[in-house]
């Protein structure tokens, strides 16, 4: 009986050993070239146009940008004349005056069309609006003055990458030292810029 048992033992020891060394050398050994993925490309995630041209833009590509913080928040346009207020949060993303400036040739005056993912509400903007030249409210709704805003394409929202429920994965906001703007001048899930030149 004794000796069955360790007969036993015995042979599920060499299995355990067999299977050890199997997975070793499935781990360690290196694969063929050709049956290794490539690692995924970024997606494109914005695209701006001008004049029949076209530059896409990764979040990664987005990133490598000089980026921007502040604060910000929106009163509820809908709502007015009630004053419901959202925010401040504080984002980080690309100052769009920035984003523009890369473009070659870019007229001295020019609107901007922001069209989002699903085509809802796309908002356009005149030079002056991109340049921060919007109405600033406070949190009780009052007027505090009409410039001194930055028009910013976000990524971040509290240092957080934004999912669609925040409007992400990028969104036009108007930050800096917790002002609040109208609702109806942030644009949700950013896909495309439009710039019209006029």
């Known amino acids: 009986m004794k000796q069955n048992t360790n007969k036993i033992l015995t042979a599920v020891l060499a299995v355990a050993l067999l299977l050890a060394m199997a997975v ?7 694969r063929s070239q050709e049956n290794q993925t490539p690692p995924p490309t970024e997606a494109t ?3 701006i146009t001008y004049n029949g041209a076209s530059w896409n833009y990764s979040l990664h590509d987005l990133e490598a ?12 346009k809908s709502a007015l004349p009630q004053i419901i207020t959202v925010g401040p949060f ?7 005056t920035y984003l523009l400036s890369q473009i070659p040739n870019l007229p001295n005056e020019y609107s901007i069309q922001v069209i989002p993912t699903d085509n809802y509400n796309p908002g356009t903007f005149n030079k002056s609006k991109v340049q921060g030249g919007i109405t600033v409210y406070n949190i009780t709704g ?9 028009m910013l394409l976000a990524y971040k929202d509290s240092g957080e ?4 429920t925040q409007g992400g994965p990028i969104r036009i906001v108007y ?24």
């Open 24 to 30: 070793l050398i499935y781990v360690y050994i290196p």
């Open 45 to 47: 995630i914005l695209t």
């Open 65 to 76: 940008l000089p980026s921007y913080s502040g604060s910000g928040g929106y009163i509820k």
């Open 90 to 96: 504080n984002y980080t993303g690309v100052n769009i």
């Open 142 to 150: 009052n007027i505090t003055g009409s410039q001194g805003v930055t």
């Open 161 to 164: 990458y934004m999912n669609e």
């Open 175 to 198: 930050v800096d030292d917790g002002a609040f703007t109208l609702s109806d001048i942030w644009v949700k899930m950013v896909r495309t810029i439009r710039v019209i030149s006029e």
